[in-house]
Protein backbone atom coordinates (compact mmCIF):
# COMPACT_ATOMS: atom_id res chain seq x y z
CA UNK A 1 0.00 0.00 0.00
CA UNK A 2 1.09 3.25 -1.03
CA UNK A 3 1.67 6.38 1.48
CA UNK A 4 -1.08 8.15 -0.13
CA UNK A 5 -3.62 4.98 0.20
CA UNK A 6 -3.01 5.19 3.71
CA UNK A 7 -5.87 7.75 4.64
CA UNK A 8 -9.40 6.21 4.77
CA UNK A 9 -12.31 7.34 3.80
CA UNK A 10 -12.95 9.73 6.36
CA UNK A 11 -9.50 11.73 6.12
CA UNK A 12 -8.09 9.85 8.93
CA UNK A 13 -4.59 8.11 8.77
CA UNK A 14 -5.27 4.44 9.36
CA UNK A 15 -1.80 3.69 9.58
CA UNK A 16 1.88 4.75 9.91
CA UNK A 17 5.43 4.54 7.62
CA UNK A 18 8.27 3.98 10.18
CA UNK A 19 11.16 4.66 8.55
CA UNK A 20 13.15 3.23 10.94
CA UNK A 21 17.29 3.55 9.53
CA UNK A 22 17.29 4.93 5.84
CA UNK A 23 20.29 3.37 4.13
CA UNK A 24 21.55 0.72 1.26
CA UNK A 25 20.34 -2.18 1.58
CA UNK A 26 23.27 -3.79 2.42
CA UNK A 27 23.61 -2.00 5.28
CA UNK A 28 20.28 -2.49 5.81
CA UNK A 29 20.90 -6.17 6.23
CA UNK A 30 23.63 -5.45 8.17
CA UNK A 31 21.98 -3.91 10.59
CA UNK A 32 18.99 -6.45 10.62
CA UNK A 33 22.20 -9.40 11.13
CA UNK A 34 23.28 -7.03 14.36
CA UNK A 35 20.04 -5.93 15.42
CA UNK A 36 18.92 -9.90 15.50
CA UNK A 37 21.68 -11.25 16.74
CA UNK A 38 21.54 -8.66 20.47
CA UNK A 39 18.08 -9.56 20.66
CA UNK A 40 18.30 -13.06 20.67
CA UNK A 41 21.19 -12.38 23.26
CA UNK A 42 19.29 -10.53 25.25
CA UNK A 43 16.14 -13.20 25.30
CA UNK A 44 18.48 -15.91 26.57
CA UNK A 45 20.57 -13.25 28.53
CA UNK A 46 17.49 -12.15 30.91
CA UNK A 47 15.60 -16.28 30.53
CA UNK A 48 19.14 -17.56 32.10
CA UNK A 49 18.68 -15.31 35.14
CA UNK A 50 15.02 -15.67 35.43
CA UNK A 51 15.75 -19.70 35.79
CA UNK A 52 18.98 -19.57 37.99
CA UNK A 53 16.79 -17.36 40.88
CA UNK A 54 13.53 -19.91 40.58
CA UNK A 55 16.15 -23.31 40.15
CA UNK A 56 17.89 -21.92 43.26
CA UNK A 57 16.52 -22.33 46.45
CA UNK A 58 19.97 -19.78 47.49
CA UNK A 59 18.25 -17.07 45.53
CA UNK A 60 15.18 -17.49 46.68
CA UNK A 61 15.57 -13.97 48.40
CA UNK A 62 13.58 -10.50 48.25
CA UNK A 63 16.55 -9.65 45.53
CA UNK A 64 16.70 -11.81 43.39
CA UNK A 65 12.90 -12.65 43.50
CA UNK A 66 12.86 -8.49 41.93
CA UNK A 67 15.35 -9.64 39.55
CA UNK A 68 13.74 -12.33 38.11
CA UNK A 69 10.97 -10.22 37.60
CA UNK A 70 13.11 -8.47 35.13
CA UNK A 71 11.21 -10.65 32.83
CA UNK A 72 9.80 -7.19 31.94
CA UNK A 73 12.74 -6.80 30.23
CA UNK A 74 11.47 -9.40 27.56
CA UNK A 75 8.82 -7.94 27.22
CA UNK A 76 10.23 -4.50 27.19
CA UNK A 77 12.53 -5.25 24.07
CA UNK A 78 10.19 -7.88 22.52
CA UNK A 79 7.42 -4.35 22.39
CA UNK A 80 9.49 -3.20 19.32
CA UNK A 81 12.45 -4.42 18.39
CA UNK A 82 10.53 -7.34 16.35
CA UNK A 83 9.00 -4.68 14.44
CA UNK A 84 11.78 -2.94 13.97
CA UNK A 85 13.27 -6.33 12.65
CA UNK A 86 10.42 -7.07 10.30
CA UNK A 87 10.45 -3.24 8.67
CA UNK A 88 14.09 -3.22 8.09
CA UNK A 89 13.72 -6.13 5.53
CA UNK A 90 10.19 -4.64 4.51
CA UNK A 91 9.49 -2.33 1.38
CA UNK A 92 6.32 -1.36 3.06
CA UNK A 93 7.65 -0.25 6.74
CA UNK A 94 4.14 0.16 7.99
CA UNK A 95 2.49 -0.64 10.93
CA UNK A 96 -2.10 -0.16 11.67
CA UNK A 97 -2.69 2.81 13.76
CA UNK A 98 -4.19 0.61 16.36
CA UNK A 99 -0.92 -1.13 16.49
CA UNK A 100 1.26 1.88 16.94
CA UNK A 101 -1.21 3.18 19.73
CA UNK A 102 -0.57 -0.35 21.53
CA UNK A 103 3.20 -0.44 21.10
CA UNK A 104 2.97 2.93 22.03
CA UNK A 105 1.34 1.68 25.44
CA UNK A 106 3.05 -1.07 26.26
CA UNK A 107 6.74 0.03 25.79
CA UNK A 108 6.49 2.95 27.86
CA UNK A 109 4.42 0.94 30.29
CA UNK A 110 7.26 -1.43 30.41
CA UNK A 111 9.66 1.48 30.64
CA UNK A 112 7.58 2.72 33.77
CA UNK A 113 7.37 -0.43 35.25
CA UNK A 114 11.18 -0.97 35.16
CA UNK A 115 12.06 2.50 36.79
CA UNK A 116 9.73 1.12 39.50
CA UNK A 117 11.51 -2.17 39.67
CA UNK A 118 14.72 0.37 40.48
CA UNK A 119 13.42 1.71 42.94
CA UNK A 120 11.84 -1.04 44.98
CA UNK A 121 15.25 -3.07 44.20
CA UNK A 122 16.87 -0.17 45.76
CA UNK A 123 14.47 -0.03 48.67
CA UNK A 124 15.34 -3.98 49.59
CA UNK A 125 19.13 -2.50 49.59
CA UNK A 126 18.29 0.05 51.53
CA UNK A 127 16.87 -1.87 54.30
CA UNK A 128 19.62 -4.79 54.00
CA UNK A 129 22.24 -2.74 54.00
CA UNK A 130 21.39 0.09 56.49
CA UNK A 131 18.82 -2.03 58.63
CA UNK A 132 19.61 -5.08 59.06
CA UNK A 133 18.81 -6.35 61.73
CA UNK A 134 15.50 -4.95 60.80
CA UNK A 135 15.53 -6.53 57.40
CA UNK A 136 14.07 -10.06 57.95
CA UNK A 137 10.92 -8.46 59.52
CA UNK A 138 10.08 -5.56 57.18
CA UNK A 139 11.23 -7.11 54.07
CA UNK A 140 8.95 -10.57 54.27
CA UNK A 141 7.77 -12.61 51.22
CA UNK A 142 4.44 -10.89 51.15
CA UNK A 143 5.99 -7.77 51.41
CA UNK A 144 8.03 -8.42 48.47
CA UNK A 145 4.74 -9.45 46.31
CA UNK A 146 3.10 -6.62 47.22
CA UNK A 147 5.44 -4.60 45.25
CA UNK A 148 5.77 -6.80 42.49
CA UNK A 149 2.11 -6.06 42.28
CA UNK A 150 2.52 -3.04 42.42
CA UNK A 151 5.67 -2.13 39.90
CA UNK A 152 3.47 -4.35 37.21
CA UNK A 153 0.20 -2.52 37.86
CA UNK A 154 2.00 0.83 38.42
CA UNK A 155 3.78 0.20 35.38
CA UNK A 156 0.49 -0.17 32.98
CA UNK A 157 -1.69 1.98 34.92
CA UNK A 158 0.69 5.08 35.19
CA UNK A 159 1.10 5.11 31.14
CA UNK A 160 -3.05 4.76 31.17
CA UNK A 161 -3.87 8.20 30.59
CA UNK A 162 -1.54 9.32 28.05
CA UNK A 163 -2.41 6.43 26.08
CA UNK A 164 -5.97 7.18 26.46
CA UNK A 165 -5.22 11.06 25.02
CA UNK A 166 -2.76 9.82 22.58
CA UNK A 167 -5.64 7.77 20.79
CA UNK A 168 -7.84 11.03 20.81
CA UNK A 169 -4.82 13.36 18.84
CA UNK A 170 -6.17 13.88 15.08
CA UNK A 171 -4.12 12.46 12.40
CA UNK A 172 -5.38 12.94 8.78
CA UNK A 173 -2.34 13.17 7.34
CA UNK A 174 1.45 13.43 6.43
CA UNK A 175 1.70 9.74 8.26
CA UNK A 176 5.50 8.98 7.99
CA UNK A 177 7.27 8.96 11.19
CA UNK A 178 11.13 9.08 10.95
CA UNK A 179 11.97 6.78 13.53
CA UNK A 180 11.92 2.66 14.43
CA UNK A 181 8.69 2.96 16.73
CA UNK A 182 6.09 4.93 17.35
CA UNK A 183 7.23 7.26 19.93
CA UNK A 184 5.89 9.88 21.95
CA UNK A 185 7.20 12.98 19.79
CA UNK A 186 7.38 11.58 16.34
CA UNK A 187 3.42 11.05 16.87
CA UNK A 188 2.41 14.22 18.36
CA UNK A 189 4.56 16.29 15.43
CA UNK A 190 2.18 14.52 12.58
CA UNK A 191 -1.15 15.82 14.80
CA UNK A 192 -3.38 17.58 12.43
CA UNK A 193 -3.66 20.45 15.16
CA UNK A 194 -2.49 21.97 18.46
CA UNK A 195 -2.91 19.11 21.78
CA UNK A 196 -1.65 20.74 24.07
CA UNK A 197 -3.44 19.04 26.78
CA UNK A 198 -1.93 15.70 25.56
CA UNK A 199 1.70 17.19 25.13
CA UNK A 200 1.23 18.51 28.75
CA UNK A 201 -0.26 15.35 30.49
CA UNK A 202 2.36 13.30 28.54
CA UNK A 203 4.93 15.28 29.65
CA UNK A 204 4.36 16.09 33.14
CA UNK A 205 3.64 12.29 33.66
CA UNK A 206 7.19 10.88 31.83
CA UNK A 207 8.90 14.25 33.95
CA UNK A 208 7.02 12.58 37.61
CA UNK A 209 7.93 9.35 36.47
CA UNK A 210 11.10 9.55 35.95
CA UNK A 211 12.00 12.34 38.46
CA UNK A 212 10.57 10.50 41.31
CA UNK A 213 11.86 7.09 40.70
CA UNK A 214 15.81 8.60 39.98
CA UNK A 215 15.50 10.58 43.36
CA UNK A 216 14.16 7.43 45.57
CA UNK A 217 16.89 5.64 44.02
CA UNK A 218 19.49 8.15 43.78
CA UNK A 219 18.55 8.97 48.03
CA UNK A 220 18.39 4.92 48.80
CA UNK A 221 22.19 4.71 47.39
CA UNK A 222 23.78 7.49 49.07
CA UNK A 223 22.38 6.11 52.30
CA UNK A 224 23.45 3.18 51.56
CA UNK A 225 26.84 4.63 50.27
CA UNK A 226 27.54 5.68 53.76
CA UNK A 227 26.27 2.87 55.84
CA UNK A 228 29.01 0.73 53.43
CA UNK A 229 31.94 3.24 54.14
CA UNK A 230 30.94 2.73 58.05
CA UNK A 231 31.85 -1.04 57.53
CA UNK A 232 35.46 -2.11 58.59
CA UNK A 233 37.50 -3.43 55.26
CA UNK A 234 36.71 -6.81 54.57
CA UNK A 235 34.71 -9.31 52.30
CA UNK A 236 31.35 -8.03 53.66
CA UNK A 237 31.60 -4.53 52.69
CA UNK A 238 33.38 -6.00 49.53
CA UNK A 239 30.31 -7.76 48.53
CA UNK A 240 28.06 -4.87 49.56
CA UNK A 241 30.00 -2.82 47.39
CA UNK A 242 29.78 -4.98 44.64
CA UNK A 243 25.72 -5.67 44.62
CA UNK A 244 25.08 -2.09 45.21
CA UNK A 245 27.45 -1.33 42.44
CA UNK A 246 25.54 -3.27 40.00
CA UNK A 247 22.28 -2.21 40.59
CA UNK A 248 23.70 1.23 40.16
CA UNK A 249 25.47 0.65 37.16
CA UNK A 250 22.14 -0.87 35.36
CA UNK A 251 20.47 2.59 37.31
CA UNK A 252 22.83 4.79 35.36
CA UNK A 253 22.84 2.75 32.12
CA UNK A 254 18.56 3.20 31.86
CA UNK A 255 17.89 6.66 33.66
CA UNK A 256 21.26 7.97 31.52
CA UNK A 257 19.82 7.38 28.18
CA UNK A 258 16.29 8.12 29.44
CA UNK A 259 17.08 11.49 30.86
CA UNK A 260 19.07 12.08 27.72
CA UNK A 261 16.14 11.20 25.48
CA UNK A 262 13.14 12.93 27.44
CA UNK A 263 14.67 15.37 29.51
CA UNK A 264 17.78 17.39 27.50
CA UNK A 265 15.95 20.45 25.33
CA UNK A 266 17.69 19.52 22.45
CA UNK A 267 17.53 15.63 21.47
CA UNK A 268 14.22 15.91 20.23
CA UNK A 269 15.06 18.07 17.34
CA UNK A 270 17.67 15.89 16.42
CA UNK A 271 16.41 12.39 14.25
CA UNK A 272 19.72 10.98 14.17
CA UNK A 273 20.18 11.37 18.01
CA UNK A 274 16.95 10.57 18.89
CA UNK A 275 16.94 7.02 17.05
CA UNK A 276 20.41 6.53 18.56
CA UNK A 277 19.68 7.27 22.07
CA UNK A 278 16.48 5.16 21.95
CA UNK A 279 17.95 1.98 20.54
CA UNK A 280 20.22 2.30 23.19
CA UNK A 281 17.97 2.07 26.27
CA UNK A 282 15.68 -0.11 24.07
CA UNK A 283 18.15 -2.33 23.23
CA UNK A 284 21.74 -2.40 24.88
CA UNK A 285 20.48 -2.00 28.46
CA UNK A 286 18.31 -4.96 28.32
CA UNK A 287 21.34 -6.57 26.58
CA UNK A 288 23.76 -5.44 29.17
CA UNK A 289 21.82 -6.18 32.58
CA UNK A 290 22.26 -10.01 33.02
CA UNK A 291 25.78 -9.44 32.10
CA UNK A 292 25.96 -6.86 35.18
CA UNK A 293 23.90 -8.89 37.46
CA UNK A 294 25.93 -12.28 36.60
CA UNK A 295 29.45 -11.28 36.28
CA UNK A 296 29.19 -9.42 39.76
CA UNK A 297 27.76 -11.67 41.62
CA UNK A 298 29.01 -15.04 42.77
CA UNK A 299 25.84 -16.81 43.89
CA UNK A 300 24.62 -15.91 40.70
CA UNK A 301 27.24 -17.35 38.83
CA UNK A 302 27.01 -20.04 40.91
CA UNK A 303 23.26 -20.98 40.40
CA UNK A 304 23.98 -19.99 36.04
CA UNK A 305 26.56 -22.30 35.64
CA UNK A 306 23.93 -25.11 37.45
CA UNK A 307 21.52 -23.98 35.22
CA UNK A 308 23.81 -24.10 32.10
CA UNK A 309 25.31 -28.01 33.39
CA UNK A 310 21.90 -29.15 33.50
CA UNK A 311 21.37 -28.12 29.91
CA UNK A 312 24.46 -29.40 28.91
CA UNK A 313 23.13 -32.79 30.44
CA UNK A 314 19.94 -32.95 28.46
CA UNK A 315 20.56 -31.73 25.15
CA UNK A 316 22.63 -35.02 24.64
CA UNK A 317 19.69 -36.73 26.39
CA UNK A 318 17.34 -35.37 24.16
CA UNK A 319 19.89 -36.19 20.67
CA UNK A 320 20.25 -39.60 21.57
CA UNK A 321 16.33 -40.16 21.34
Request: net charge positive.
Amino acid sequence: MSISEANNSSGSVSEFILLGFPCRRDIQIVLFVMFSLIYLLTLMGNTSIICAVWSSRKLHTPMYILLANFFLEICYVSSDVPKMLANIISQTKSISYAGCLLQFYFFFSMCAAEGYFLSAMSFDRFLAICRPLHYPTIMTHHLCARLVVFCWAGGFLSILMPAVLMSRVPFCGPNIIDHFFCDLGPLLALSCAPVPKTTLTCATVSSLIIFITFLYILGSYTFVLRAVLRVPAGSGRNKAFSTCASHFLVVSLFYGSVMVMYVSPGSRSHPGTQKFVTLFYCMATPFFNPLIYSLRNKDMKDALRKVLGTLSKEIPKNTDK
